[in-house]
DNA sequence: AATACACCAATTTTT
DNA sequence: TTGGTGTATT
C-alpha cells in the first residue's frame, strides 16, 4: 500500500552509497552492526551468507522474521544492494507490513521503504502495470477477485449454453485457479484435464475467459503471476532488466510456494533467461541459477496449504534446483516450554516427507500438554470456557488465549458459550474486509467512474440500491451492449435516448447516467475521498443501509466509514483502485481484552501463552476428506497442522476431543484423534473435564490410551465441577445414557445456567425489563423474555432464543 | 420486487 | 440440522 505511492515503478531512490564503495565498507567498519548482536551462531550465519543460495530451514518460533529482517539489513549496511535492488516476496500483506515495520525499527530513518518489498501478488501486480501493454493489458487493469470472476464466469457459462447447475461456475473458477497456480496457460492445459469440465469445453472456457480479460481490460490474482510468467517468456529483454536490478531475492514462507511462484522466482533468479516448462527436468534449466543470490526462508514442517496449490516439494527440492545450495537449519526456538516443544517435535517426527530437524529450547520444562475428553462438543465448549475463567482468575489477559479449530463450524460453539459467559473474544478469519458486499458495492462505484467501461462494476451496482432496473433491463443493455461491440454504460446512455424502455425504469436509468457524469466532473475539483462520500450519500448507497435494521448494517456503514478513511493514504482514485483490491485486508481493532477464537490455519505465524485446540478427534481431525482425497500426504498435512497448532503455545497447549460429536445435524460417536496417540506419554498429562458432565469412553471403536481415562476421578469443588453434579443428577448420568446409538444419539440436555457460579457473573440487577427491545452486535434486534441478575433470555427476532449477558446489549 | 419453498452441500483460505 | 442459493409464486 504504502509503495504505491511513494515509489512509482521506476523512480530511483535517493542516492545511496555506490554498493561494495569505500564510504560503504568505511560506515560498516566503523558501526559496529547492532543488528548482528542478538542473533544465535546458526541466524547469524543465515544473515551472512550473502552470496549464493541458501536456504533457511526455520522451525516454528526459531526467528525466522528476524532473520529475514536482520539479512536485509546487512546487505543494505554493508553496501552490497540500495533498497531498491532487493527482492523480498511475502504471501501476506500482513507479513510484509511486519517485515517493513521490523525494518524501519532496524535501520531507523536511513532507508527509506523498500519499494520491493511486498506479496507475491502485489509485486507481480506492479510488474504487470509497467509493462501492461505487452501482455494486451492498460497500465489502469482491474484486478478482479473471486466474486468478479465467478460472475464473468456464470455470463460466459450461459454464453455456451451450459447448465451451471452441473458444471457450477464456482466449480470452474476453481480449476481455472488451479491452471493458473500451476503455472498453465490455456493452451499449456493437458487436453485430458481440460476435457473434465463441461462436456469438453473446460479448455476453451479458460480461454474465453482469459480472452474476455483482456477485453475488461481486467487480471484475476492468478494473472498477476502467470501473465507476469508469460511477460518474462516473451520479452526476455524485460526479464533481463528485472534480473539485473534483483541483486539479491528473499522469499518468507517458501514452503507454501506454489508452481507459478516457483517459476517466477526462478525466472528472476537466473542468470540465463529461460525458465524450465512444466515437467521439464529442472536441473536442466538450472544451470545458471547457482550464481545467484537468492535466499528462502521457510519450515517443510509448517506446510499447510497444499490443498491450495502449495507444493512441498519446492522446499524439498531446494539442493537440488538451486545447486551448490548452503541450507541452514534453525532449529532453537524461542517460543515455547520444553514440554510443550518436546510433544509438537515428537508428534511431526511421524511424518515421513520431511528435511528433518530437531527443534530445541533453554526454556523450562513448563506444564505439561493436557489431553482433555468430553463426552461431548457442548461439554467441550463448556471445559475451556472453565478452564478460561480459571486462567483469568489467575491474573491471565484474554488476550493471551486463543482458541484454534479445525474447521470453523467448531467455532459457534464456543461462541455461544462465550456469550453465555460473558466472555468477550473475537473470532479471527471470516470474509475479508474488500470482500465485504458493502466494501465491494461501495468500490463498483468508484471503478465505474474511474473507468467507464468496467462492465463488471456497473452490473454489479446499476440496481443497487434498488432502482426498479431489474434482470429485463441489464438483460437488454447487455443485447444493445454485444451488438454495437461497446461497455455497458455506453448502451446505457445510447438505450436512455431511444423508447425502448419503459419510462420509469428508463427516467431511473437516466438519473444514474447523470449522476455518474457529475461525479466524473467533480472528481476533477474535489479529493477522491470527498468524492467518495459525494458519491455513497447521493447514490442513495448509505442510506440504503441506514434503513436497514439488519444486525450488520451498523457495521456495514462503519465499514462503508472505514473505506473512505483508507482512501486518504493514496494519492488519488485511480492510485487507490490499483491498489486495493491486493492490499485490503481485516481491519485492526484488537485493543480490547478478548479471547481469539480462529482455524488452525489462520493461527499460523501467531502465537499465544495459552492455547486450546478442541476437536481432536478421527474424521474432524485428521479431517475425514483430507485423508481420502489424500490419503497418506492428506495425513502427513494434517500432522503438520496439529503440529502449528501446538507450536503456537508458549506456555500452555491444551487439547480436547469430544467423544459424540454432531455432524450435519445428526449426533455421532468419535474415537480420538491418532495425534494424541501420537504424543510423547512423558509430556502429555491426561485431565478430566472441568466442563461438566463426564464422559464414557470411546465405545469399543479400535482402541486408544485414552479409552480408559478415568471420568470422576477426583474432587472438584470447581464452578465446573458443581454443575457436573447437578447435570449428572438432573441426566441420569452421562455413562450409558445412548450410547452406540448415533442416530439420535447423546441428546442435547438443556443448557443449565448459575448465575451465582460464573465468574464473571455480578448478580447485580439488569438495567433492562421484560419485553425490552433490545440490540445485540452479533444477533440483531429482539425482545427479552426472561430475566435472571445480568442473564438475559432474549428472543431474536433473526436468531431466535439465546441468553446472553446483558452487558453485550444495548437498548434498541 | 419481495417472499416462500425446495434443494443441496457441509475443510482449510490468500491474493 | 443448518444455511445458503436458486426458482417459483404472488
Same mark, same amino acid.
Given at each position: 500500500?504504502?509503495?504505491?505511492?511513494?515509489?512509482?515503478?521506476?523512480?530511483?531512490?535517493?542516492?545511496?552509497?555506490? /554498493?561494495?564503495?569505500?564510504?560503504?565498507?568505511?560506515?560498516?567498519?566503523?558501526?559496529?552492526?547492532?543488528?548482528?548482536?542478538?542473533?544465535?551462531?546458526?541466524?547469524?550465519?543465515?544473515?551472512?551468507?550473502?552470496?549464493?543460495?541458501?536456504?533457511?530451514?526455520?522451525?516454528?518460533?526459531?526467528?525466522?522474521?528476524?532473520?529475514?529482517?536482520?539479512? *536485509?539489513?546487512?546487505?543494505?549496511?554493508?553496501?552490497?544492494?540500495?533498497?531498491?535492488?532487493?527482492?523480498?516476496?511475502?504471501?501476506?500483506?500482513?507479513?510484509?507490513?511486519?517485515?517493513?515495520?521490523?525494518?524501519?525499527?532496524?535501520?531507523?530513518?536511513?532507508?527509506?521503504?523498500?519499494?520491493?518489498?511486498?506479496?507475491?501478488?502485489?509485486?507481480?501486480?506492479? +510488474?504487470?502495470?509497467?509493462?501492461?501493454?505487452?501482455?494486451?493489458?492498460?497500465?489502469?487493469?482491474?484486478?478482479?477477485?473471486?466474486?468478479?470472476?465467478?460472475?464473468?464466469?456464470?455470463?460466459?457459462?450461459?454464453?455456451?449454453?451450459?447448465?451451471?447447475?452441473?458444471?457450477?461456475?464456482?466449480?470452474?473458477?476453481?480449476?481455472?485457479?488451479?491452471?493458473?497456480?500451476?503455472?498453465?496457460?490455456?493452451?499449456?492445459?493437458?487436453?485430458?484435464?481440460?476435457?473434465?469440465?463441461?462436456?469438453?469445453?473446460?479448455?476453451?472456457?479458460?480461454?474465453?475467459?482469459?480472452?474476455?480479460?483482456?477485453?475488461?481490460?481486467?487480471?484475476?490474482?492468478?494473472?498477476?503471476?502467470?501473465?507476469?510468467?508469460?511477460?518474462?517468456?516473451?520479452?526476455?529483454?524485460?526479464?533481463?532488466?528485472?534480473?539485473?536490478?534483483?541483486?539479491?531475492?528473499?522469499?518468507?514462507?517458501?514452503?507454501?510456494?506454489?508452481?507459478?511462484?516457483?517459476?517466477?522466482?526462478?525466472?528472476?533468479?537466473?542468470?540465463?533467461?529461460?525458465?524450465?516448462?512444466?515437467?521439464?527436468?529442472?536441473?536442466? /534449466?538450472?544451470?545458471?541459477?547457482?550464481?545467484?543470490?537468492?535466499?528462502?526462508?521457510?519450515?517443510?514442517?509448517?506446510?499447510?496449504?497444499?490443498?491450495?496449490?502449495?507444493?512441498?516439494?519446492?522446499?524439498?527440492?531446494?539442493?537440488?534446483?538451486?545447486?551448490?545450495?548452503?541450507?541452514?537449519?534453525?532449529?532453537?526456538?524461542?517460543?515455547?516450554?520444553?514440554?510443550?516443544?518436546?510433544?509438537?517435535?515428537?508428534?511431526?517426527?511421524?511424518?515421513?516427507?520431511?528435511?528433518?530437524?530437531?527443534?530445541?529450547?533453554?526454556?523450562?520444562?513448563?506444564?505439561?500438554?493436557?489431553?482433555?475428553?468430553?463426552?461431548?462438543?457442548?461439554?467441550? /465448549?463448556?471445559?475451556?470456557?472453565?478452564?478460561?475463567?480459571?486462567?483469568?482468575?489467575?491474573?491471565?489477559?484474554?488476550?493471551?488465549?486463543?482458541?484454534?479449530?479445525?474447521?470453523?463450524?467448531?467455532?459457534?460453539?464456543?461462541?455461544?458459550?462465550?456469550?453465555?459467559?460473558?466472555?468477550?473474544?473475537?473470532?479471527?478469519?471470516?470474509?475479508?474486509?474488500?470482500?465485504?458486499?458493502?466494501?465491494?458495492?461501495?468500490?463498483?462505484?468508484?471503478?465505474?467512474?474511474?473507468?467507464?467501461?468496467?462492465?463488471?462494476?456497473?452490473?454489479?451496482?446499476?440496481?443497487?440500491?434498488?432502482?426498479?432496473?431489474?434482470?429485463?433491463?441489464?438483460?437488454?443493455?447487455?443485447?444493445?451492449?454485444?451488438?454495437?461491440?461497446?461497455?455497458?454504460?455506453?448502451?446505457?446512455?445510447?438505450?436512455?435516448?431511444?423508447?425502448?424502455?419503459?419510462?420509469?425504469?428508463?427516467?431511473?436509468?437516466?438519473?444514474?447516467?447523470?449522476?455518474?457524469?457529475?461525479?466524473?466532473?467533480?472528481?476533477?475539483?474535489?479529493?477522491?475521498?470527498?468524492?467518495?462520500?459525494?458519491?455513497?450519500?447521493?447514490?442513495?448507497?448509505?442510506?440504503?443501509?441506514?434503513?436497514?435494521?439488519?444486525?450488520?448494517?451498523?457495521?456495514?456503514?462503519?465499514?462503508?466509514?472505514?473505506?473512505?478513511?483508507?482512501?486518504?493514504?493514496?494519492?488519488?482514485?485511480?492510485?487507490?483502485?490499483?491498489? +486495493?483490491?491486493?492490499?485490503?485486508?481485516?481491519?485492526?481493532?484488537?485493543?480490547?481484552?478478548?479471547?481469539?477464537?480462529?482455524?488452525?490455519?489462520?493461527?499460523?505465524?501467531?502465537?499465544?501463552?495459552?492455547?486450546?485446540?478442541?476437536?481432536?478427534?478421527?474424521?474432524?481431525?485428521?479431517?475425514?476428506?483430507?485423508?481420502?482425497?489424500?490419503?497418506?500426504?492428506?495425513?502427513?498435512?494434517?500432522?503438520?497442522?496439529?503440529?502449528?497448532?501446538?507450536?503456537?503455545?508458549?506456555?500452555?497447549?491444551?487439547?480436547?476431543?469430544?467423544?459424540?460429536?454432531?455432524?450435519?445435524?445428526?449426533?455421532?460417536?468419535?474415537?480420538?484423534?491418532?495425534?494424541?496417540?501420537?504424543?510423547?506419554?512423558?509430556?502429555?498429562? +491426561?485431565?478430566?473435564?472441568?466442563?461438566?458432565?463426564?464422559?464414557?469412553?470411546?465405545?469399543?471403536?479400535?482402541?486408544?490410551?485414552?479409552?480408559?481415562?478415568?471420568?470422576?476421578?477426583?474432587?472438584?469443588?470447581?464452578?465446573?465441577?458443581?454443575?457436573?453434579?447437578?447435570?449428572?443428577?438432573?441426566?441420569?448420568?452421562?455413562?450409558?445414557?445412548?450410547?452406540?446409538?448415533?442416530?439420535?444419539?447423546?441428546?442435547?440436555?438443556?443448557?443449565?445456567?448459575?448465575?451465582?457460579?460464573?465468574?464473571?457473573?455480578?448478580?447485580?440487577?439488569?438495567?433492562?425489563?421484560?419485553?425490552?427491545?433490545?440490540?445485540?452486535?452479533?444477533?440483531?434486534?429482539?425482545?427479552?423474555?426472561? *430475566?435472571?441478575?445480568?442473564?438475559?433470555?432474549?428472543?431474536?427476532?433473526?436468531?431466535?432464543?439465546?441468553?446472553?449477558?446483558?452487558?453485550?446489549?444495548?437498548?434498541?
Amino acid at each position: 500500500m504504502t509503495e504505491a505511492r511513494k515509489m512509482p515503478a521506476n523512480d530511483l531512490p535517493a542516492y545511496q552509497p555506490v /554498493a561494495g564503495g569505500i564510504a560503504a565498507r568505511a560506515r560498516a567498519a566503523a558501526a559496529p552492526a547492532p543488528y548482528l548482536d542478538n542473533l544465535n551462531p546458526e541466524q547469524r550465519d543465515a544473515v551472512e551468507t550473502l552470496d549464493g543460495p541458501v536456504l533457511v530451514l526455520a522451525g516454528a518460533g526459531t526467528g525466522k522474521t528476524k532473520v529475514l529482517t536482520s539479512r *536485509i539489513a546487512h546487505i543494505l549496511s554493508t553496501g552490497r544492494a540500495r533498497p531498491g535492488e532487493i527482492l523480498s516476496v511475502t504471501f501476506t500483506n500482513k507479513a510484509a507490513r511486519e517485515m517493513k515495520h521490523r525494518l524501519g525499527i532496524m535501520l531507523g530513518q536511513a532507508v527509506e521503504g523498500m519499494p520491493w518489498l511486498g506479496t507475491f501478488h502485489s509485486i507481480g501486480g506492479r +510488474i504487470l502495470r509497467s509493462h501492461a501493454e505487452l501482455v494486451q493489458l492498460k497500465s489502469n487493469f482491474t484486478v478482479l477477485d473471486t466474486d468478479d470472476q465467478i460472475r464473468l464466469l456464470k455470463q460466459l457459462l450461459s454464453a455456451e449454453n451450459i447448465d451451471d447447475k452441473r458444471w457450477p461456475a464456482r466449480m470452474l473458477a476453481g480449476l481455472i485457479d488451479g491452471w493458473k497456480n500451476r503455472g498453465l496457460t490455456p493452451a499449456q492445459v493437458p487436453a485430458g484435464e481440460a476435457a473434465v469440465f463441461g462436456n469438453g469445453k473446460g479448455g476453451k472456457l479458460y480461454k474465453d475467459y482469459q480472452e474476455r480479460l483482456k477485453t475488461l481490460n481486467a487480471a484475476d490474482f492468478g494473472d498477476l503471476l502467470l501473465e507476469c510468467i508469460r511477460l518474462f517468456r516473451e520479452h526476455p529483454d524485460v526479464l533481463r532488466s528485472y534480473q539485473a536490478r534483483f541483486k539479491f531475492i528473499l522469499v518468507d514462507e517458501y514452503q507454501d510456494t506454489n508452481v507459478a511462484q516457483y517459476l517466477w522466482l526462478r525466472l528472476l533468479s537466473q542468470g540465463a533467461a529461460r525458465a524450465p516448462s512444466p515437467g521439464e527436468d529442472n536441473a536442466i /534449466a538450472t544451470q545458471t541459477a547457482a550464481t545467484r543470490n537468492i535466499c528462502c526462508v521457510g519450515d517443510d514442517d509448517q506446510s499447510i496449504y497444499g490443498w491450495r496449490g502449495a507444493e512441498v516439494d519446492n522446499i524439498l527440492r531446494f539442493e537440488h534446483d538451486f545447486p551448490g545450495a548452503k541450507v541452514i537449519r534453525l532449529e532453537r526456538n524461542y517460543r515455547s516450554t520444553g514440554h510443550i516443544l518436546a510433544a509438537a517435535s515428537h508428534l511431526i517426527a511421524h511424518n515421513e516427507g520431511r528435511l528433518g530437524k530437531t527443534l530445541r529450547t533453554e526454556d523450562v520444562d513448563g506444564e505439561k500438554v493436557t489431553v482433555t475428553g468430553a463426552w461431548d462438543s457442548e461439554e467441550e /465448549a463448556r471445559g475451556v470456557g472453565e478452564e478460561i475463567e480459571q486462567l483469568q482468575r489467575e491474573g491471565h489477559k484474554l488476550n493471551d488465549i486463543a482458541i484454534l479449530v479445525r474447521a470453523s463450524f467448531q467455532m459457534r460453539e464456543f461462541e455461544d458459550r462465550f456469550v453465555t459467559l460473558g466472555l468477550p473474544y473475537r473470532v479471527i478469519g471470516g470474509p475479508r474486509f474488500y470482500e465485504r458486499a458493502e466494501i465491494r458495492d461501495a468500490l463498483a462505484y468508484l471503478r465505474v467512474i474511474n473507468s467507464p467501461a468496467d462492465d463488471l462494476a456497473f452490473e454489479r451496482i446499476v440496481n443497487v440500491p434498488k432502482r426498479g432496473l431489474g434482470d429485463a433491463t441489464v438483460q437488454m443493455l447487455h443485447d444493445h451492449a454485444r451488438r454495437r461491440r461497446i461497455p455497458l454504460s455506453e448502451a446505457a446512455r445510447q438505450v436512455i435516448e431511444t423508447d425502448e424502455m419503459k419510462p420509469k425504469a428508463r427516467g431511473s436509468l437516466r438519473d444514474l447516467m447523470l449522476s455518474f457524469e457529475r461525479w466524473r466532473k467533480q472528481m476533477e475539483v474535489v479529493s477522491h475521498t470527498e468524492l467518495a462520500e459525494v458519491v455513497l450519500d447521493e447514490s442513495g448507497y448509505t442510506e440504503m443501509w441506514q434503513k436497514d435494521r439488519s444486525a450488520d448494517a451498523a457495521g456495514r456503514l462503519e465499514n462503508l466509514k472505514e473505506l473512505v478513511r483508507s482512501m486518504e493514504e493514496f494519492e488519488n482514485l485511480q492510485g487507490f483502485l490499483e491498489h +486495493i483490491s491486493l492490499v485490503m485486508d481485516r481491519e485492526g481493532a484488537a485493543d480490547e481484552d478478548a479471547v481469539s477464537v480462529m482455524t488452525l490455519h489462520s493461527a499460523k505465524g501467531l502465537e499465544f501463552d495459552n492455547v486450546f485446540l478442541p476437536g481432536w478427534e478421527e474424521g474432524l481431525f485428521p479431517h475425514q476428506r483430507a485423508l481420502d482425497e489424500q490419503g497418506r500426504a492428506g495425513l502427513e498435512e494434517e500432522r503438520r497442522l496439529a503440529h502449528v497448532g501446538i507450536t503456537r503455545a508458549r506456555k500452555r497447549a491444551k487439547l480436547y476431543f469430544a467423544t459424540n460429536r454432531r455432524i450435519h445435524g445428526t449426533w455421532n460417536t468419535t474415537i480420538p484423534s491418532r495425534f494424541l496417540d501420537e504424543l510423547p506419554a512423558a509430556n502429555v498429562e +491426561i485431565t478430566e473435564s472441568k466442563g461438566g458432565n463426564g464422559w464414557g469412553g470411546a465405545g469399543g471403536y479400535g482402541s486408544s490410551r485414552f479409552d480408559n481415562l478415568e471420568a470422576f476421578g477426583s474432587t472438584y469443588s470447581t464452578p465446573g465441577w458443581q454443575r457436573a453434579q447437578q447435570q449428572r443428577g438432573r441426566s441420569g448420568g452421562g455413562y450409558g445414557d445412548s450410547f452406540g446409538g448415533n442416530s439420535g444419539g447423546a441428546k442435547k440436555r438443556p443448557m443449565v445456567i448459575e448465575g451465582e457460579l460464573v465468574a464473571k457473573s455480578t448478580g447485580t440487577d439488569s438495567a433492562f425489563s421484560l419485553d425490552d427491545r433490545v440490540f445485540h452486535e452479533k444477533f440483531g434486534y429482539g425482545h427479552v423474555t426472561k *430475566i435472571d441478575g445480568n442473564k438475559l433470555t432474549i428472543d431474536f427476532d433473526k436468531a431466535g432464543e439465546k441468553k446472553v449477558v446483558d452487558s453485550f446489549v444495548r437498548a434498541a
